[in-house]
């Protein structure tokens, strides 16, 4: 079952702060977020697994709440650059039998514009 | 740097036809993978292999088969095109599934077009 993202799009200027959540019906072992620039093919920003620790990435970090079974993005004074589409990718336990975080769920993605 | 490539950034074929879409990674991952993607749907996984010649389904695997015969080397073929085909197909690769890193590395993916 796909996780669910929100909100599905956004409009920002630039040094403004956006907040990207990805929520989960099924118990998450795994969280990885990707931005899909127009045309280009999605690039990795990061991961987050269970029990680890809150990532970040120049001024985007994510977290992860596994009792909810939510992760966020955080994009802090937001650029130009950032604009793009969002996804994440949930993994659970279900290959091997054992904690898996390569086989990914993606959720529909969220829209990021980021104007001048 | 991961490199994915796929055979065509643009295909377009007629219903009924048999169609082959080939990614090739040059890292030595052992994962790879094949997604559909369509606006409002993000990516959906169809197939995954994690070694030579073993595959697995994924979310949506109807209508689509796959081979991998090399380590490198992914082929996503639709047996029988048809029109709801028509989507980004796109390929990732992944070092492993039980150690890092995780992340997947995408190709630049194909527009199939089915008429």
């Known amino acids: 079952q796909q996780p669910v993202q929100s909100p599905q799009a956004v409009i920002l200027r630039e040094g403004e702060d956006a907040v990207i959540n990805c929520s989960s019906s099924?118990?998450?072992?795994?969280v990885h977020w990707y931005r899909q620039k127009h045309g280009e093919a999605p690039v990795f920003l990061m991961i987050?697994?269970?029990?680890?620790e809150q990532k970040g990435h120049e001024k985007i970090s994510a977290s992860f709440n596994e009792k909810k079974q939510q992760s966020s993005l955080y994009l802090t004074a937001s650029q130009l650059s950032y604009s793009g589409t969002y996804f994440c990718?949930?993994?659970?336990?279900?290959?091997?039998?054992?904690?898996?975080?390569?086989?990914?769920?993606f959720g529909q993605g969220t829209t990021l514009q980021v104007k001048p | 740097d991961v490199k994915v490539t796929q055979s065509s950034r643009y295909l377009v074929k007629r219903t009924g036809e048999k169609v082959f879409l080939e990614c090739v990674q040059d890292?030595?991952?052992?994962?790879m993978f094949w997604y559909r993607q369509d606006p409002g749907l993000g990516l959906r996984l169809i197939y995954f292999?994690?070694?030579?010649?073993?595959?697995e389904k994924g979310d949506i695997p109807e209508g689509y088969s796959v081979s991998r015969e090399k380590k490198e080397r992914f082929s996503l073929i639709l047996e029988s095109a048809s029109t709801n085909q028509t989507s980004m197909y796109l390929c990732?690769?992944?070092?492993?599934?039980?150690?890092?890193?995780?992340?997947?590395?995408f190709g630049p993916g194909t527009r199939l077009t089915v008429t």
């Open positions: 987050l697994l269970k029990g680890g």
């Open positions: 292999s994690y070694d030579v010649k073993m595959k």
């Open positions: 890292m030595d991952h052992e994962n």
């Open positions: 990732a690769s992944s070092l492993s599934f039980d150690r890092a890193p995780y992340e997947q590395y």
């Open positions: 099924k118990a998450l072992y795994s």
């Open positions: 990718g949930t993994g659970g336990r279900d290959f091997f039998g054992s904690s898996n975080t390569g086989k990914l769920i």
